[in-house]
């Protein structure tokens, strides 16, 4: 670990530099406990040096330009103000600085959101209840070049990007979706979401048999052979 120097560039909340082999880190969070809590974990940690903190988004993207950290971790608290907008939000900030990495804390899992972070370029994402030993293996992990995402997560991504990669080999660059009858959105809404054919039957008022001639028709428009690959369009 670099030494802390004290007299030269440090800030007024108590951080400092150390030298450039060391992996400068800046918090976004609206909470103090977050914010001490976290600065505790990387107090000790070898080669990560904790070099700020910003209250709001403007004050996070002076800090950027000032401090120049190689990771953002972002306190999303999940309560519908300020931090919370994640990760629309932190698209400026991926834009304007695309060689900084960004890890999201969240309370607690959220498939969509955690795939909508994923798909704008946030490297990781890690719940807040998290072991101090698991936050550095992150960071490690994260400032190796690496991305920290649940399987699952990763997994949709995936078989997404593969899709319209197929799409985008047969040459159908321009894909729309086929058009599709009232009926057969209903039956796509609910079959995407993980209902069986005799329960949409049942909330449809027609046959299990009927659901099935459906779901064939739509396949077909599709070009799917999974009723699983019908998540993608929800």
Not at 81 to 100: C, D, T
Not at 188 to 196: E, R, T, W, Y
Not at 202 to 212: A, Q, W, Y
Request: with cysteine.
């Amino acid at each position: 670990m670099g030494t802390l120097y004290t007299d030269n560039g440090a800030d007024l909340d108590g951080y400092g530099y150390r030298d450039q082999g060391v992996l400068k880190v800046l918090l976004y969070s609206s909470h103090p406990l977050v914010i001490k809590g976290i600065k505790g974990m990387l107090a000790d940690a070898p080669g990560i040096d904790l070099v700020g903190h910003a209250a709001n988004w403007i004050e996070a993207m002076l800090r950027i330009h000032e401090l120049d950290p190689s990771l953002l971790i972002v306190n999303d608290d999940g309560t519908g103000n300020g931090s919370s907008n994640i990760p629309e939000a932190m698209s400026p900030v991926i834009s304007e600085f695309p060689g900084l990495n960004c890890l999201v804390i969240m309370s607690t899992h959220d498939h969509e959101k955690e795939l909508a972070a994923l798909k704008l370029g946030i490297k990781g994402v890690l719940i807040e209840n998290s072991e101090s030993d698991t936050l550095l293996q992150c960071i490690e992990c994260i400032s190796s070049g690496g991305l920290w995402f649940r399987r699952a997560v990763l997994e949709k991504f995936v078989s997404e990007q593969l899709f319209f990669s197929r799409l985008k080999e047969n040459g159908r660059q321009g894909f729309a979706l086929p058009v599709f009858t009232r009926r057969e959105l209903e039956i796509i809404q609910m079959a995407g979401k993980g209902v069986k054919n005799r329960e949409i039957g049942r909330n449809l008022f027609i046959s299990e048999k009927t659901v099935k001639h459906h779901l064939s028709k739509i396949f077909k428009k599709l070009q799917i052979r999974k009723r699983t690959d019908l998540r993608m369009y929800l």
